[in-house]
């Protein structure tokens, strides 16, 4: 299957994974050199990537970027061993935990991934980190949220923002390491970057003039999904009743990803459904300190066991 290739800016292009949820990868292009945002998972997909990059770019790749620790932004490093390759720290902290074993799993499904090496990040940073190379800038930005290991890459020449996970065609904090008001921190961020387009973790490029209602509207989501599920453990209803809330209902598409947006919808409810209940019944055990709110103390032994 051919991966499909698109321009996004004079020197950046987009590549869209076939065979896995649209997954996103990106090329920046100079004189001096390729940078790389993240690998797409299949190894018949990145020998794509390497053959155009062959093209465009005789210099070489000189960096790859994770963008996140799962595997289908990541599995594609190991075929670029002259690069450096680049993580925020938690990203090769999970890495070292759960790559090797999630790599197993993988391969008894898909042998082609018996070609694959989980590949460790040498150059990690905290907060961000500059990369200057052959007249681009490109700026690592940590954006935890959907995942305690996120990064977003902007290419300040060429105004793209290489968004991770962060921006999909629905927001998804159905996993153990989400935080959502983290999640909207991080989103809230982007605003102050001057962009011309986003390319999302998966999905669509989003254009100028959708970039800062994207922005917006992934905020907007978060914070209607959280009433809603507020409101109805309040009024003591069910899971089916909460599962009754489509997503269109929240003025987003079901068609993006393959319809994929759809099971990832419900996943967010039922995540946010289970968190709430998980304080309710912290906060009918004992009476809770007058000095905090009911669900916090909750939160926090819920983050502490997640770490
Ligand atoms: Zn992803």
Redesign the pocket.
């Known amino acids: 299957m051919a991966v499909t290739r698109t321009r996004v800016a004079d020197d950046t292009w987009v590549f869209t994974s076939e065979l896995y949820?649209e997954?996103n990868a990106g090329l920046v292009i100079s004189p001096e050199g390729g940078i790389l945002i993240d690998t797409l998972p299949f190894p018949s997909e990145t020998a794509q990537i390497i053959q155009f990059a062959k093209r465009v770019c005789p210099a070489g790749i000189k960096y790859v970027i994770n963008t996140?620790s799962?595997a289908?932004?990541v599995y594609g490093s190991c075929f670029f061993p002259e690069a450096e390759l680049i993580a925020q720290e938690k990203a090769r902290e999970f890495l070292i935990k759960y790559g090797r074993k999630a790599l197993d799993e993988a391969r008894e499904y898909t042998p082609e991934l018996f070609k694959v090496e989980i590949r460790l990040p040498k150059l990690v940073f905290n907060e961000g980190m500059l990369i200057r190379l052959g007249g681009k800038t490109v700026h690592a930005m940590h954006a935890p949220g959907p995942s305690p290991d996120v990064c977003v890459v902007h290419v300040r020449e060429e105004k793209v923002l290489f968004a991770?996970?962060l921006i999909m065609p629905v927001p998804y904090i159905a996993t153990p390491f989400s935080d959502i008001e983290v999640y909207k921190r991080s989103l809230a961020k982007l605003h102050d970057l001057n962009l011309e387009a986003i390319v999302q973790?998966?999905g669509d490029i989003l254009l100028r003039g959708e970039v800062s209602s994207s922005i917006d509207e992934s905020i907007q989501y978060l914070n209607d999904i959280q009433a809603l599920v507020e409101r109805l453990v309040k009024e003591g209803a069910t899971k089916h009743d909460l599962l009754q809330y489509d997503i269109e209902q929240f003025g987003r598409s079901r068609i993006p990803l393959g319809g994929l947006v759809r099971n990832f919808h419900k996943a967010n409810l039922l995540h946010l459904w289970n968190q709430a209940k998980a304080r309710h019944r912290q906060g009918s055990q004992g009476a809770p300190s007058p000095h905090r709110k009911q669900g916090q103390q909750a939160e926090e032994l819920e983050s502490t066991a997640t770490r």
């Open positions: 949820a997954v996140i799962h289908d932004h991770s996970d973790g998966h």
